[in-house]
């Protein structure tokens, strides 16, 4: 079953004349427990697709359907942001600076409607690699990788089916990087998580996916799978630019 | 011949905890040369780089044996003479070109300013050199780019313009903090093609720096690598892949690389000895 399905995806922001077409035609689907990576230089649209999934883009059209459900407008049920969660690159401006690390997931696991909610804290705390001395501690208290551990613990809190991953490590250490991506692959086993990571960075995304949709200017020109990646088997002119730039650098 | 000698540097921080050494006896040459200085966010790779120029604010402490630039200490010098050798001899670079360049005024009207402060000469001829500064750096519509503001050009144009102003003093040395951290790796890659063939033309010295292993082993002649504060390993860049300290080999083995795929990544096993281990000299 396709856990994601984009079919003639347009959005924009604004209109008449300042009217940005940030996404033009965009389609791709996604499996159950299949991981698709979105790659492209900055404002090529990334952002703004999984955005327009959460209701986070103002106008689209097109088609979004998830986990068979077709969705219109930027209205999103609670069950979609229980099924459905995002974890964003920098997890500084996405953690409220005076709640604690035990208020965030307690709040979130209180809005997702649970009882035991002491007892999921700490198994959250745990499964994200955290141990319970972080519980109590404030969002300056802890490292850029701790934070983004705490943001990926608020988006497993409802039990996802689906995480949107927006440049998860782009503003990590690469050693930070390793442990992150290490915890995403063995959460996603453990889970049965369905991904969609963006990334800037084609040897992440070759790491974490198994297919990838290549953006320019807010358009999918080419959707390939990661195996033709490291083969370098980019067919649109534009992949084989951004391969060769990333192989070089 | 060395253009730079820092010998057994120190930048330190009062805090409440005591004092906190960012930069921990470090000791480098630079020569017309591209030393590329890398590590992790906070291994002290800014600071080292700032403490040359004195640019460390206080409560900061800067202590050096000495920072010689062509033979003179740094450390003697008066704050105006300081900015003598910001303004010619020595030139910085930072990550962020949207935070160096001034907001109200055109790209033009700065271009021409840093002119002007260095050379004694008409506004004509100020304005006829700033075009060609912006040539010099690859941008394609000089005229139209002397009357834009700083945020009505992207960001690699942004950093091409802040290339360009820094080579307008005609320094010795420049020193990148970054330069390209905030760019695409399309522009990043033409950003760097440009600064290098001006390092090369020109005869300068150059510090890079940056957290980007494959960056910094493509780009620069000689490595510096950082850890909390010390140099712990000094390799020629296209050796970089070879490098043997424990540190290093752990960065290089935590990135994903395309050709060699794996279910995890290998993660860094951090040793309390590389950080009291004494730095290593890093002179050519
Ligand atoms: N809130 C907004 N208002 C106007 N334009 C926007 C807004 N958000 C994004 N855009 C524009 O949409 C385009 C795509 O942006 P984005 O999806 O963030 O790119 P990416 O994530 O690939 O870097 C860019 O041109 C960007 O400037
Ligand atoms: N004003 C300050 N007070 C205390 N510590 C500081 C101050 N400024 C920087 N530091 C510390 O100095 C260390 C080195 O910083 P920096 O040179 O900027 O690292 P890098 O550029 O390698 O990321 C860091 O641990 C940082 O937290
Ligand atoms: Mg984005
Ligand atoms: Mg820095």
Request: charged share 25%; with cysteine.
């Amino acid at each position: 079953m396709s856990m994601i399905e984009i079919g003639n995806l347009d959005v924009w922001f604004g209109d008449g004349h300042d009217r940005v077409d940030a996404v033009r035609q965009a389609s791709f689907s996604v499996a159950e427990g299949e991981s698709f990576g979105l790659v492209g230089e900055s404002g090529s649209g990334k952002s703004t697709i999984l955005r327009a999934i959460t209701g986070l883009a103002p106008t689209w059209s097109g088609q979004i359907t998830i986990e068979g459900e077709t969705l219109t407008g930027k209205a999103r049920t609670r069950k979609f942001y229980k099924n459905v969660q995002m974890v964003f690159q920098d997890p500084y401006a996405s953690l409220h600076p005076r709640h604690s690390v035990d208020q965030v997931l307690g709040e979130t696991l209180h809005l997702h409607g649970f009882k035991d909610i002491d007892a999921r804290v700490v198994k959250l705390l745990d499964d994200v690699g955290l141990g319970g001395r972080f519980r109590f501690r404030y969002p300056h208290q802890l490292s850029g990788g701790q934070r983004q551990r705490v943001a990926i613990a608020r988006a497993l809190a409802g039990e996802p089916d689906i995480l949107l991953l927006d440049e998860p490590t782009s503003a990590l250490d690469v050693s930070v990087q390793a442990e992150i991506l290490n915890l995403l692959t063995d959460l996603r086993d453990e889970r049965k998580l369905t991904y969609v990571m963006v990334s800037h960075d084609l040897a992440v995304v070759g790491h974490m996916c198994d297919r990838l949709a290549v953006m320019k200017d807010g358009e999918i020109v080419e959707v390939m799978s990661v195996d033709a990646l490291r083969k370098m088997e980019a067919s649109h002119p534009y992949s084989q630019a951004l391969l060769k730039a990333s192989i070089a650098a | 011949m060395n253009m730079l000698e820092v010998e057994n540097l120190w930048v330190k921080f009062p805090t409440r905890q005591g004092i906190f050494d960012a930069v921990r006896g470090v000791s480098f040459t630079l020569g017309k040369e591209r030393l590329g200085i890398v590590g992790e966010s906070g291994s002290g790779k800014s600071m080292t780089g700032r403490a040359i120029l004195q640019l460390i604010r206080p409560p900061g402490i800067v202590e050096a044996d000495y920072i010689k630039l062509e033979g003179q200490n740094l450390l003697d010098f008066s704050e105006p003479q300081m900015r003598e050798v910001r303004g010619q001899r020595i030139s910085m670079v930072m990550q962020d070109p949207k935070f160096s360049l001034n907001p109200v005024m055109t790209v033009g009207e700065q271009i021409m300013e840093a002119y002007l402060l260095h050379n004694n000469t008409s506004k004509a001829q100020a304005r006829a050199k700033s075009i060609a500064m912006l040539e010099a750096v690859s941008i394609r519509d000089p005229e139209r780019v002397m009357r834009a503001y700083p945020h009505e050009v992207s960001g690699g144009m942004g950093q091409r313009i802040m290339i360009a102003m820094m080579l307008i003093p005609d320094p010795q040395i420049l020193i990148a903090d970054e330069p390209t951290s905030a760019l695409d790796v399309s522009v990043q890659r033409q950003v760097l093609d440009i600064m290098d063939a001006l390092v090369k033309e020109r005869g300068m010295g150059l510090i890079f720096i940056s957290h980007d292993l494959n960056l910094v082993s493509e780009f620069c002649d000689r490595v510096l690598i950082m850890y909390a504060g010390r140099v712990v390993e000094v390799c020629d860049a296209d050796k970089l892949h070879e490098a043997s300290h424990p540190y290093t080999r752990g960065l290089l083995n935590s990135l994903p690389r395309l050709d060699q795929p794996r279910k995890h990544l290998e993660v860094l096993q951090r040793d309390p000895k590389w950080s009291e281990a004494p730095s290593v000299g890093g002179h050519s």
